[in-house]
């Protein structure tokens, strides 16, 4: 078996493979072997898609703010009958 090492690791990417394998009671390099088969198909599940990027957003806006986002968006979604004439 092939052996890598991994050099210049991010302090933030090192404490999430810490935390991974802390996890699953195994070692830092367990865990970077199951992440990679994970992130290549090779561990026969799908690698799992995480969608973050309005989290900040969710249950932020004020009933009066959805309201004028949804007004808004209604305009624009609006077909003028000249330009389809």
Do not use: C, H
Not at 32 to 41: D, I, N, P, S
């Amino acid at each position: 078996m092939k052996a890598i090492t991994l050099r210049n690791i991010p302090p933030d990417l090192q404490r999430e493979l810490e935390k991974a394998a802390a996890a699953s009671g195994g070692s830092i390099a367990g865990a970077v072997m199951r992440l990679l088969r994970t992130a290549t198909g090779l561990s026969g599940s799908r690698r799992p898609v995480r969608y973050d990027d309005l989290d900040q957003l969710a249950g932020t806006w004020s009933a009066e703010e959805a309201d004028q986002f949804d007004r808004v968006l209604a305009e624009q979604r609006a077909i003028d009958p000249e330009l389809w004439a």
